[in-house]
């Protein structure tokens, strides 16, 4: 079985500020880990992916997320926030052959 | 470039009748996927295929849905009778899978169908 968890409905954050958007994720086997960004009445867009390698992906738009085996997590983040990164993020996790299976969401709002 | 695209992108109808999805997936991609999004359940997997043959429709109710790919560049999904609480925007995503070990990679998303039964 395969799950990822997003804890935060949503994460409020100043322009200019870093943000951290957070992901934890269960399965069986090695995880390849995705981030997808969606803005208002449009489909999901990709930002991001571990599959192996190094810990540390750089992704689209000066995104990067972390991944942390010990921890299980893989936290999206950005050093510094625009209003325009202002949008929904889904974490999703898969392992083998398996289809994406999503999270919750975040909704991130950056406020000027 | 490259797009998923899908049509209609809004469908008023009423509960009873027939609703069909169509959604065209980027040229050469081997992999389609049907989403459903609502606000209490989130981002839901109904159905994919890989190379137009269904992998999983578990997700799908059986008894009103069907999902088919025709041909590569067709994806269709119908409801039939179509219910309020079907009421959701349905997206189409497609991707390319290569090789016999290798995961799923980055799915690419249409715009989205909002289905709306009354």
């Known amino acids: 079985a395969q799950s990822v968890a997003q804890p935060e409905d949503q994460v409020n954050v100043a322009e200019g500020n870093p943000l951290t958007v957070k992901c934890t994720y269960s399965v069986s086997g090695n995880p390849y880990l995705f981030w997808y960004v969606q803005y208002p009445n449009r489909g999901l867009q990709f930002l991001l992916k571990?599959?192996?390698?190094?810990?540390l992906v750089k992704g689209s738009y000066g995104f990067e997320a972390e991944f942390n085996k010990s921890q299980t997590s893989f936290h999206l983040k950005k050093p510094s926030a625009l209003v325009s990164d202002s949008a929904l993020y889904f974490c999703?996790?898969?392992?083998?052959?398996?289809?994406?299976?999503f999270g919750s969401g975040t909704r991130l709002q950056v406020q000027p | 470039d490259a797009r998923v695209t899908q049509t209609p992108r809004d469908k008023v109808t009423e509960m009873g009748q027939e609703v069909t999805m169509r959604c065209q997936p980027i040229?050469?991609?081997?992999?389609v996927f049907w989403y459903r999004q609502t606000m209490m359940q989130g981002l839901e997997l109904l159905a994919y295929?890989?190379?137009?043959?269904?992998?999983?429709d578990s997700g799908m109710p059986k008894d009103r849905f069907s999902a088919e790919m025709p041909d590569a560049t067709l994806a269709t999904l119908k409801i039939q009778p179509s219910e309020p609480r079907d009421s959701a925007v349905y997206f189409c995503?497609?991707?390319?899978?290569?090789?016999?070990?290798?995961?799923?990679?980055?799915?690419?998303f249409g715009p989205g169908t909002r289905l709306t039964v009354l």
């Open positions: 995503a497609s991707g390319l899978v290569l090789g016999s070990t290798s995961s799923y990679n980055e799915q690419f």
């Open positions: 295929f890989r190379n137009r043959a269904p992998l999983d």
């Open positions: 999703a996790v898969s392992w083998g052959r398996r289809a994406l299976t």
């Open positions: 040229l050469g991609h081997n992999t």
């Open positions: 571990y599959i192996t390698g190094d810990n």
